[in-house]
């Protein structure tokens, strides 16, 4: 199926507008991009065949013969599954796309967000809706995630989500897989939804509700408000070694005893 409602190809992935940001950080984390020989190949972006009216946006979006299609395969999770693709053969298309930051073949570990001036915020929410969740955790507790291989892409939200919300995140991979596991709950996955989703914004539609229903929460009168945690500093190290003493630490750098403890405890086994 052709594209329908083309727009200007010139116009085609400016991440300065809100919509291609956010398709190109959905296709990053999400699509594949596969080449053959003479400069043939394909992008191509398989979803739930529930969320095929996002690909259909793509493809208005793009002035380029491109195409939806649906089918059912069985999976390793479903004997049966129900995806819809779409696929966009355009090498000139195809050009555009791995020049801003969408490699050929594998990519989970080496993708990074694109350099010069983009909408941030909505090239996040592409990433999120694609490699994310939004929702309620099993305790009733807002969260906002991101799963990612890269470490790029993991430190762009990071700095992103702490420069919205103030919340701060250290990046570590989980030892099983080698994949980041990036978590927001509470108020500040709440702030961050509220940015990233914001009205009108093109996104999942089953995404954007969940996000919209977090701002019902309200925090437990009984539920303790941790501060922001403050990162220790390379002066408040080499205080805290010349005067190897927690206590005294705590004191000169106003922090808890425990936390001079472990952090002078860190510091002598070279974990640091």
Known sequence: MAAHDPIEPTRFMDLQDPRYAYMFGFIQADGHLSQRTRQRGQLTVEL?????????????????????????????????????????????????????????????????????????RDYIRGLVDADGSVGYTSRGLPFISLTTASTAIGAYLCHYAQETTGAERTLQRNA???????????????????????????????????????????????????????????????????????????????????SCYMRLWRLRTGQI
């Open 176 to 258: 099983r897989d080698e994949i980041y596991n990036i978590l927001y709950t509470k108020e500040a996955a709440m702030q961050l939804a509220a940015d990233l989703y914001y009205p009108g914004c093109l996104a999942l539609e089953r995404k954007k509700t969940a996000a919209a229903s977090l701002a019902a929460w309200v925090r437990p009168p009984e539920m303790r408000f941790a501060p922001p945690r403050r990162r220790w500093t390379s002066s408040d190290d080499r205080e805290l070694l010349k005067l190897n003493d927690p206590a005294a630490a705590a004191r000169a750098l106003d922090r808890t005893e425990k």
């Open 48 to 120: 739930s065949a529930r969320d095929i009216d996002l690909l259909h946006e793509f493809q208005r979006l793009t002035p380029y013969n491109s195409s939806v299609r649906e089918r059912t395969r069985s999976t390793n999770f479903a004997e049966s599954h129900h995806s819809a693709v779409w696929g966009l053969s355009s090498l000139e298309a195809r050009t555009v796309i791995n020049e801003l930051g969408l490699p050929y073949g594998r990519k989970s570990k080496t993708v990074a967000p694109p350099r010069g001036e983009m909408s941030r």
